[in-house]
């Protein structure tokens, strides 16, 4: 069994109290679409290579009216990352002990005027600590509107802390949200950042300031766009769009190896491909 220290206590009730806010949120939505769709949470464990416990998590699926499939898991997990995999990882390469918790979201929407989004915040303890994590906007029909009401609010986030955060962790994000085999970006964009270590009381408030800037902007934009009428041709750009980014979650995101090489839960790793996607 994990037993975290004070450090890791914090941010492990942290994403799970942020898990809980987001999540009835996204019920409320529901509920004022006529849908009475809610949560589903179910509990997984993890065994350490080493045999021992190695943590786990909670993955809350719901499929309802409005969010065709969305998933909020929450997962604390440690223990020892295996062979070459452990270089790749900040602080782990001359010790491969490890400590990590987190939330991750993905939520893909029945009407392709309401964009998909992504959310991450995470904390992960080697011989080193640090905060990483972002959102990001992932519209299939984009709206200048949506796009830069997202940007304002993850960059106001951003200003109360650093004002050199916004401009460096948005750079990131459009680096790191690319799809270099289709040569475009997954979606317009948001804040992407990762070892964040210098002052751990500094860093744990931004990150805390960025999961509540998303529950802020990204409900207000699902609302302002969930009874917006749209035809086949639209459903149809949404469907493609979708292939484009299965193709970079599978093939680029650090997420999914980072599940895949601890040995998460498989469902809750691959819970951000969409439920129905299409290649022309």
Not at 230 to 241: S, T
Request: proline share 5%; hydrophobic share 40%.
């Amino acid at each position: 069994m994990i037993e975290p220290d004070e450090q890791q206590q914090r941010a492990r009730t942290w994403f799970e109290s942020l898990r809980t806010a987001i999540c009835a949120e996204f019920e409320a939505i529901e509920a004022e679409a006529g849908s009475d769709a809610k949560f589903e949470y179910i509990a997984w464990d993890r065994t350490d290579p080493s045999g021992a416990p190695g943590g786990g998590g909670v993955r809350g699926a719901m499929k309802g009216k409005v969010f065709e499939k969305v998933g909020v898991n929450v997962s604390t997990v440690g223990g020892t990352f295996e062979g070459e995999f452990a270089k790749s990882i900040h602080g782990a390469g001359e010790d491969p002990k490890f400590f990590a918790t987190g939330i991750s979201l993905v939520a893909h929407m029945a009407n392709p005027h309401v964009p998909a989004v992504h959310m991450n915040t995470r904390f992960l303890t080697t011989t080193r600590r640090w905060f990483g994590g972002g959102a990001d906007l992932n519209p299939p029909l984009p709206r200048a509107e949506d796009t830069e009401e997202f940007h304002a609010v993850l960059k106001a986030a951003c200003d109360g802390h650093d004002p050199a955060h916004y401009p460096r962790f948005k750079q990131w994000a459009d680096e790191y949200f690319y799809i270099p085999h289709r040569k475009v970006h997954r979606g317009v964009g948001g804040i992407f950042y990762d070892h964040l270590e210098k002052d751990w009381e500094a860093d744990f408030a931004f990150t805390q300031d960025v999961g509540r800037a998303f529950l802020e902007v990204y409900p207000r934009i699902v609302r302002r766009r969930m009874g917006t009428a749209f035809g086949e041709a639209d459903r149809q750009r949404q469907l493609e769009w979708r292939g484009r980014y299965t193709e970079f979650n599978l093939i680029y995101d650090r997420g999914t190896l980072f599940g895949l090489k601890t040995g998460g839960n498989i469902d809750a790793i691959l819970m951000s491909l969409p439920p129905l996607a299409a290649w022309s």
